[in-house]
């Protein structure tokens, strides 16, 4: 069943953009209403408060199976409500709305969208790309800078137990609240921002709090059609400011379709998979008995990568009980001048929503010739060989605890033998695109 979301024009505005001689605000501190000291005190904002513990068992939230038919979640119609303020207000760099969009023919149905504005209008990358932790430099933008008007909502645990929703509560600066707030530059409809602890300035990597976080609200959308995307430096962050994305949209992306093959069951039920016949080599953990389950292997498995400067990207789908870590090397490629030119002449950087399937095109050109092997070609120079998967996936099972005895090994030699089948699969040819594509209104 495709959700139906009301569109309305959007007010384009450069409201955002930090540029000598803009005219000051009427506001108090240093005059932008900012998140800093200057302008924070006595602010208010509405607070979303989420069920974290479960009474009966004490335990941390169970997870629950995530239907398309439920009714509209409170988290959901607060989410949508407040975007659509903040779009008719004009805070949005451009007008997402008015981009065209199409499911490109073929056996998994990757998405293209054309975008021509946003590699304009985004901000540039402050930071080195060869190094996936660096520290946090409040001199560089960061969320703190924002306007307090982009903020949507304060979001945190419940201290009874219950959802909870304060329309008008004040910040609590010295407990660092995680702020849900607009991405100016978005992708689709319903793009914010998840900002944890956003006051504590972390640098973008994610630790178990801050991922547990980001679950939970999955969790509480209650909406198979609201993913939350993660990107470590290197692997196409552009703000050193820790973050998670998310964006509604009604179909499933094509990494959701890819076959899987399960390597082990760990402690707490979560089933760790490997991706097949997907252009992206990766892992797929789902399931779990408690959120908390789920989270503590993923968090484990992203520090690993993180600690290890190997660049990757996460896809939270499935209302938070299934997780796509997809380790990647195409910044390295571009580095070393190993990426074809006519890859680097599309300026499209493979993020999560990409790898997922969603490609975020910004030439006419590449729009109307978007292919299924097009896209196949892009995302296969992302991933990374199969040798250098397997290492990645060694240092993994080190950190989460999976040894030689847990790997289910009839699985393992399955594996084996259809990697390389899809190794040696001939993909889709790279074409121009069809005018089959169906369009999406």
């Given at each position: ?13 450069n409201?955002?953009?930090?540029e ?7 506001v108090g501190?240093?005059?932008r ?11 208010k ?7 974290k ?8 939230l ?9 009714p ?8 949508l ?5 903040r ?9 997402v ?24 209008k ?27 008007e982009?903020v949507?909502?304060?979001?945190e645990?419940s201290?009874n137990g ?6 008008n ?12 707030a ?8 319903g793009?914010?921002?998840?900002i944890?602890?956003?006051f ?19 969790a ?27 964006y509604y949209?009604?179909?499933q ?12 069951t760990?402690k707490?039920?979560?089933?760790v ?7 992206v080599?990766?892992l ?8 908390e389950?789920?989270?503590n292997?993923v ?10 400067n ?12 299934q997780v ?7 910044a ?5 001048g ?15 929503w990409?790898?997922s399937g ?10 109307d ?10 995302l ?30 009839n699985?393992?030699q ?10 040696s699969?001939?993909y889709?040819?790279a074409?121009a ?9």
């Amino acid at each position: 069943m495709m959700l139906k979301i009301k569109r309305v024009p959007t007010v384009v505005s450069n409201y955002q953009k930090e540029e000598v001689g803009e005219a000051p605000r009427s506001v108090g501190g240093c005059g932008r209403n900012c998140l800093k000291a200057c302008c924070i005190q006595d602010a208010k904002l509405p607070l979303y408060a989420f069920k974290k513990i479960n009474k009966v068992t004490g335990k941390d939230l169970v997870i629950n199976e995530c239907q398309e038919e439920l009714p509209v979640a409170f988290l959901d119609s607060l989410v949508l409500g407040e975007w659509e303020d903040r779009m008719q207000r004009g805070l949005f760099r451009y007008d997402v709305t008015a981009c065209e969009t199409k499911v490109i023919p073929g056996e998994y149905g990757f998405i293209a969208q054309l975008n021509e504005g946003r590699h304009l209008k985004k901000r540039p990358t402050e930071f080195r790309v060869d190094k996936v932790l660096q520290p946090f430099d409040e001199n560089k933008f960061n969320f703190t800078k924002v306007g307090q008007e982009e903020v949507l909502f304060q979001f945190e645990a419940s201290e009874n137990g219950e959802v909870q929703f304060f329309p008008n509560a004040p910040i609590d600066v010295d407990n660092s609240p995680s702020f849900v707030a607009i991405n100016v530059s978005p992708i689709e409809y319903g793009h914010v921002l998840l900002i944890p602890r956003i006051f504590e300035c972390l640098p973008q990597r994610i630790d178990h709090e801050s991922f547990l976080l980001a679950l939970h609200m999955a969790a509480e959308a209650a909406n198979p059609y609201f993913r939350l995307g993660y990107n470590s430096l290197g692997a196409f962050a552009t703000i050193n400011h820790l973050h998670f994305q998310a964006y509604y949209l009604a179909m499933q992306f094509p990494i959701e379709k890819a076959p899987t093959k399960k390597i082990a069951t760990l402690k707490g039920g979560v089933k760790v998979s490997e991706l097949l016949k997907y252009p992206v080599r990766g892992l797929v953990f789902e399931g779990g008995d408690t959120l908390e389950d789920l989270s503590n292997i993923v968090s484990e498995a992203c520090i690993s990568l993180q600690n290890n400067n190997i660049p990757y990207n996460v896809l939270i789908s499935d209302c938070g009980s299934q997780v796509f870590l997809l380790p990647q090397c195409y910044a390295e490629k571009q580095a070393l001048g190993e990426v074809d030119a006519e890859l680097l002449d599309t300026q499209v950087n493979p993020a999560v929503w990409e790898i997922s399937g969603h490609m975020v095109l910004k030439r006419k050109k590449d729009f109307d010739e978007a292919s299924e092997g097009n896209a196949w070609k892009l995302l296969a120079e992302v991933s990374l060989s199969e040798e250098r998967f397997q290492e990645v996936n060694a240092l993994i099972f080190e950190a989460i605890g999976i040894g030689l005895n847990e790997l289910d090994n009839n699985n393992l030699q399955s594996l084996s033998e259809d990697n390389d089948a899809v190794n040696s699969t001939t993909y889709p040819t790279a074409v121009a695109g069809s005018e089959q594509c169906f369009v999406l209104q």
